[in-house]
C-alpha cells in the first residue's frame, strides 16, 4: 500500500511537470498586471471571496490542484485540428477543455450571490462541465478557477495542435549556444529538449533570472498597453462571453506565427528529425511574445473579474469540494559554511560560561579564606547615628 502510495505520487509530480504552462513566478506577473486593474468596491468584493487575500498570494493553487487531481490536465487546455485548417475548435465531446471551463466558472459567478444596484443584470446559462470528480465548487474556487483558465489561454501552448504538428514536441537544437545547451543538460538531462519542457524549464526562468530588475518593475500593469486596454474593455462589456473565443483564436494563431521557415533545422544525426533552431533572433521574439501574452492575460483577467464584481456581490462561503493548502517551502540545501561558523560561536559562548563560572568560584574561595575581606565587603558595621545626643 506504502508503495502504491510512493508511485502515485511520483507520477502525479511527473504529469504536473510535463504540463506546459506558465510556471509561477509567471503567473505572479499575470496576476499583479491584473490586480494593478481591480479597484475600489470590485476590490472589496475580492478580497472577501478570497479571505483578505490577493490574487498574487495564489499563485501556487493550479499546481496543487493539479496534483491532487491529475485527470483535470484536459481542462487546461485546447488543442486545436489540423495546422493547415483554417478554422479554430472551440468545443470538446466530453465538456472538459478550457473554453469549457471558462464559460462554465464564469456564468457560475453570475449565477451567484445578488445584483449590485438596481440595474439589470445580463442572464448567463451556465453551460455543462465534465470535470472529472463530482465537486460543489465555491465563488472562491470559481474564481481560482477562472483566473487560471484565463491566464492558460494566453499560453500558445495551451492551444497547440495535435500530433503530429503539435509544436511542444518539437526538439531544440541548441548546438551554438553551449550555455543554454549546459543548461539543458543539468535541467532536463537532454542536449535537445522539446520545445515546450524549453520554454518552461528553461527559458523563462532563465529569462526572469537575466532581466530580473525588469522583470520586477512597472510593467505588469495595464498602462502598459495603453489605449489597447480600454478597447478590450469596451468591447467585453458588449461582447462578454463571445471575447473569451475571440481571445482563443488569437492566441492559436500564434502558433501559426511565432516561427519562420528560418527557424527551422533538420538534425543530421536524426532522420527527417525537424528541430527548431535556437538563435539570437527567435530569443528576442520569443522573450517580447512571452512577455506580451502575461501583460494582455492579466489585463483581460481584470477585465472579467471587474465585470463580475460590478454586477454581483457574493460572498465568502466555506463550504468547498477542492480543500488545497499552500505547500510548505522547500528546506534550505545545506551550507557547511554557514553551520561551521554557528558551531564555532556555541563553543565561544561555552568557554565564556566557563570562564565566568570559574572566575566566581575563585572568588568565593578567596572570601571565606581572608575573614578581614569577607567582613569588610558583606557585614556592615553597627548602626550608629551622626547626631547622637549626649547622655
Same mark, same amino acid.
Given at each position: 500500500?506504502? $508503495?502504491?502510495?510512493?508511485?502515485?505520487?511520483?507520477?502525479?509530480?511527473?504529469?504536473?511537470?510535463?504540463?506546459?504552462?506558465?510556471?509561477?513566478? $509567471?503567473?505572479?506577473?499575470?496576476?499583479?498586471?491584473?490586480?494593478?486593474?481591480?479597484?475600489?468596491?470590485?476590490?472589496?468584493?475580492?478580497?472577501?471571496?478570497?479571505?483578505?487575500?490577493?490574487?498574487?498570494?495564489?499563485?501556487?493553487?493550479?499546481?496543487?490542484?493539479?496534483?491532487?487531481?491529475?485527470?483535470?490536465?484536459?481542462?487546461?487546455?485546447?488543442?486545436?485540428?489540423?495546422?493547415?485548417?483554417?478554422?479554430?475548435?472551440?468545443?470538446?465531446? +466530453?465538456?472538459? $477543455?478550457?473554453?469549457?471551463?471558462?464559460?462554465?466558472?464564469?456564468?457560475?459567478?453570475?449565477?451567484?450571490?445578488?445584483?449590485?444596484?438596481?440595474?439589470? *443584470?445580463?442572464?448567463?446559462?451556465?453551460?455543462?462541465?465534465?470535470?472529472?470528480?463530482?465537486?460543489?465548487?465555491?465563488?472562491?474556487?470559481?474564481?481560482?478557477?477562472?483566473?487560471?483558465?484565463?491566464?492558460?489561454?494566453?499560453?500558445?501552448?495551451?492551444?497547440?495542435?495535435?500530433?503530429?504538428?503539435?509544436?511542444?514536441?518539437?526538439?531544440?537544437?541548441?548546438?551554438?549556444?553551449?550555455?543554454?545547451?549546459?543548461?539543458?543538460?543539468?535541467?532536463? +538531462? *537532454?542536449?535537445?529538449?522539446?520545445?515546450?519542457?524549453?520554454?518552461?524549464?528553461?527559458?523563462?526562468?532563465?529569462?526572469?533570472?537575466?532581466?530580473?530588475?525588469?522583470?520586477?518593475?512597472?510593467?505588469?500593469?495595464?498602462?502598459?498597453?495603453?489605449?489597447?486596454?480600454?478597447?478590450?474593455?469596451?468591447?467585453?462589456?458588449?461582447?462578454?462571453?463571445?471575447?473569451?473565443?475571440?481571445?482563443?483564436?488569437? *492566441?492559436?494563431?500564434?502558433?501559426?506565427?511565432?516561427?519562420?521557415?528560418?527557424?527551422?533545422?533538420?538534425?543530421?544525426?536524426?532522420?527527417?528529425?525537424?528541430?527548431?533552431?535556437? *538563435?539570437?533572433?527567435?530569443?528576442?521574439?520569443?522573450?517580447?511574445?512571452?512577455?506580451?501574452?502575461?501583460?494582455?492575460?492579466?489585463?483581460?483577467?481584470?477585465?472579467?473579474?471587474?465585470?463580475?464584481?460590478?454586477?454581483?456581490?457574493?460572498?465568502?462561503?466555506?463550504?468547498?469540494?477542492?480543500?488545497?493548502?499552500?505547500?510548505?517551502?522547500?528546506?534550505?540545501?545545506?551550507?557547511?559554511?554557514?553551520?561551521?561558523?554557528?558551531?564555532?560561536?556555541?563553543?565561544?559562548?561555552?568557554?565564556?560560561?566557563?570562564?565566568?563560572?570559574?572566575?566566581?568560584?575563585?572568588?568565593?574561595?578567596?572570601?571565606?579564606?581572608?575573614?578581614?575581606?569577607?567582613?569588610?565587603?558583606?557585614?556592615?558595621?553597627?548602626?550608629?547615628?551622626?547626631?547622637?545626643?549626649?547622655?
Amino acid at each position: 500500500m506504502k $508503495c502504491a502510495l510512493i508511485l502515485c505520487v511520483f507520477f502525479t509530480t511527473v504529469l504536473v511537470n510535463f504540463v506546459q504552462s506558465w510556471n509561477e513566478l $509567471c503567473r505572479e506577473a499575470i496576476e499583479s498586471t491584473a490586480m494593478s486593474a481591480i479597484t475600489y468596491m470590485r476590490l472589496r468584493r475580492l478580497k472577501m471571496l478570497l479571505k483578505g487575500e490577493d490574487l498574487v498570494d495564489y499563485t501556487w493553487w493550479a499546481d496543487e490542484v493539479l496534483k491532487r487531481i491529475p485527470e483535470s490536465l484536459p481542462l487546461h487546455y485546447q488543442y486545436q485540428p489540423d495546422k493547415k485548417s483554417n478554422n479554430f475548435n472551440f468545443t470538446c465531446s +466530453n465538456n472538459l $477543455c478550457l473554453m469549457a471551463g471558462i464559460k462554465y466558472f464564469f456564468a457560475v459567478l453570475m449565477n451567484c450571490g445578488y445584483p449590485v444596484g438596481s440595474s439589470n *443584470t445580463q442572464k448567463f446559462d451556465i453551460p455543462p462541465l465534465g470535470y472529472p470528480r463530482k465537486i460543489k465548487f465555491s465563488p472562491s474556487d470559481c474564481i481560482k478557477y477562472l483566473v487560471v483558465l484565463l491566464s492558460d489561454l494566453h499560453h500558445p501552448l495551451h492551444l497547440d495542435f495535435t500530433q503530429p504538428d503539435s509544436i511542444a514536441t518539437i526538439p531544440v537544437d541548441l548546438s551554438d549556444f553551449p550555455v543554454w545547451e549546459n543548461i539543458s543538460v543539468q535541467t532536463l +538531462n *537532454t542536449k535537445r529538449p522539446l520545445y515546450g519542457d524549453f520554454l518552461k524549464h528553461i527559458y523563462m526562468p532563465k529569462y526572469i533570472e537575466v532581466n530580473e530588475n525588469a522583470w520586477y518593475g512597472s510593467w505588469t500593469h495595464v498602462s502598459t498597453l495603453g489605449l489597447r486596454y480600454s478597447t478590450e474593455l469596451d468591447l467585453f462589456n458588449n461582447k462578454t462571453v463571445e471575447c473569451f473565443e475571440v481571445w482563443a483564436a488569437e *492566441t492559436a494563431s500564434l502558433n501559426n506565427t511565432i516561427f519562420d521557415k528560418e527557424d527551422f533545422v533538420y538534425l543530421s544525426d536524426t532522420v527527417r528529425t525537424k528541430a527548431i533552431r535556437f *538563435t539570437e533572433r527567435l530569443d528576442s521574439k520569443l522573450g517580447f511574445l512571452m512577455r506580451l501574452q502575461i501583460v494582455m492575460a492579466g489585463a483581460r483577467v481584470a477585465i472579467v473579474l471587474n465585470y463580475i464584481l460590478s454586477h454581483r456581490e457574493i460572498t465568502y462561503d466555506e463550504q468547498t469540494g477542492i480543500i488545497i493548502q499552500k505547500p510548505e517551502l522547500e528546506a534550505r540545501s545545506i551550507n557547511i559554511g554557514y553551520y561551521l561558523v554557528k558551531v564555532s560561536i556555541i563553543f565561544l559562548l561555552l568557554a565564556l560560561v566557563l570562564l565566568v563560572y570559574y572566575a566566581i568560584v575563585s572568588l568565593f574561595k578567596r572570601l571565606f579564606k581572608d575573614k578581614g575581606l569577607f567582613v569588610r565587603l558583606f557585614l556592615s558595621k553597627r548602626y550608629q547615628p551622626v547626631n547622637k545626643l549626649p547622655e
